[in-house]
């Protein structure tokens, strides 16, 4: 399936949901004026500055990273693929968790690395606009496109290799979890979120026939690994002559670029489109501020480059240490909120403690406890 003739159209809102926001630009666009004081010497005229971190990642030597590396270098993708090239995968040493980190230094603006729209994976038809359509349905079309569909699961072998597993690399969102478990993370925007995805996949899987497990972890891999786009389509109901109005959102997954991990407020980078009514458009990653050799690169996901530790959990299964859009969620309210400390069953202490005694053993209840304590740190000091 060729995805180009689904990217090389007008971009109508700078918004990827279930990843990050996003800029645009074409390829013949002015380089703006850095002004940074980052990366200057503080030791006098002449003084090179130390453009380099201490290397904290192994990097990936596997064969299956290898064949994805060959498959993009074959469509002509840039910043990859050899140490002098700009990006590596690797594994960091401490946590064992695999990211891509700069082979060498980055200016702020500057790209860091591309691949081409035709390698983008469209998890939806883009002439078809539905406002209903939800993460368990792309997940439907990803068995049925791509990986029940002999042709196109060889085509796309190199990148669906790569993709985790039950056994590595997954973490489990809480439509995963038991309904006492989703209970007790209390937040009733992310309860209700989870049993609606739940009931979603469970509904999907009998209409289908796709085994229920089988379309739960696509589902995960959908909302863990995809990027949403809108674009404006041709609109029947606009007169000829007229600018069309019609705006739909597809998902698509972008091999390589979805390896990046997450940070909520220390991200170095950001995804950027260019050229997007081309049909040689490009994903491209680019510096939000300088990047030093070895250090890892990272992105803000969230539907408009930030998300909520509830939107986290749910999409990616995991609460980031710091989140300070959670205090501005916290701060406004409304549906779906807890409003106060008050409105816990239990206190931050209680839950400090819980965790503290069960370790690694409480499996899910981990994630509920980390999440429940996280927003709890989160209220505004009461005025």
């Not at 990827?16 to 645009?24: D, M, N, P, T």
């Not at 009998?206 to 089988?214: K, R």
């Not at 000829?240 to 990046?260: C, F, H, K």
């Amino acid at each position: 399936m060729r995805v180009v003739s689904l990217l090389s159209l007008s971009v109508l809102s700078q918004n990827f949901g279930g990843a990050l926001s996003f800029a645009v630009s074409s390829s013949n666009s002015p380089k703006r004026k850095q002004v940074t004081n980052q990366g200057k010497s503080a030791g006098g005229f002449g003084k090179k500055p130390d453009d380099t971190v201490p290397t904290t990642h192994s990097p990936d030597e596997s064969l299956s990273t290898q064949n994805l590396l060959n498959f993009l270098l074959q469509w002509k993708s840039q910043g990859l693929g050899a140490a002098e090239s700009g990006t590596e995968l690797g594994f960091d040493m401490n946590t064992n968790i695999r990211g891509l980190y700069a082979t060498r230094p980055f200016k702020k603006d500057e790209i860091i690395c591309k691949i081409p729209s035709d390698c983008a994976l469209a998890l939806v038809d883009p002439s078809v606009v539905n406002d209903d359509f939800t993460v368990a349905d792309g997940a439907v079309n990803f068995l049925q496109w791509y990986v029940n569909n002999p042709q196109a699961k060889q085509m796309w072998s190199a990148y669906l290799d790569t993709l985790p597993t039950r056994e590595m690399h997954f973490d489990p969102t809480p439509d995963f979890y038991s309904d006492g478990e989703i209970d007790q993370l209390e937040f009733p925007m992310i309860v209700k979120q989870a049993k609606e995805r739940k009931n979603q996949i469970m509904e999907l899987a009998q209409s289908s026939g796709i085994p229920f497990d089988e379309l739960q972890f696509a589902t995960w891999l959908v909302a863990s690994r995809s990027f949403m786009i809108k674009i404006s389509v041709n609109d029947p109901m606009v007169k000829e002559g007229a600018l069309s109005t019609t705006q739909n959102t597809i998902r698509v997954l972008l091999p390589y670029l979805d390896m990046i991990n997450h940070s909520s407020d220390d991200y170095n980078a950001e995804l950027h489109l260019i050229d997007p009514e081309k049909d040689d458009a490009w994903f491209a990653i680019r510096a939000v501020r300088p990047i030093k050799k070895g250090k890892e690169v990272t992105i803000s996901y969230g539907a408009s480059g930030v998300e909520t530790s509830a939107g986290l959990l749910m999409n990616y299964g995991f609460v980031a240490d710091e989140n300070r859009i959670d205090t501005y969620l916290l701060k406004k309210g409304g549906e779906g909120v807890i409003e106060s400390l008050e409105g816990w069953s239990t206190t931050l202490e209680e839950d400090e403690a819980a965790m503290a005694q069960g370790g690694n053993a409480l499996g899910n209840m981990a994630n509920v406890l980390r999440f429940r304590t996280k927003m709890k740190k989160s209220y505004p000091p009461s005025e």
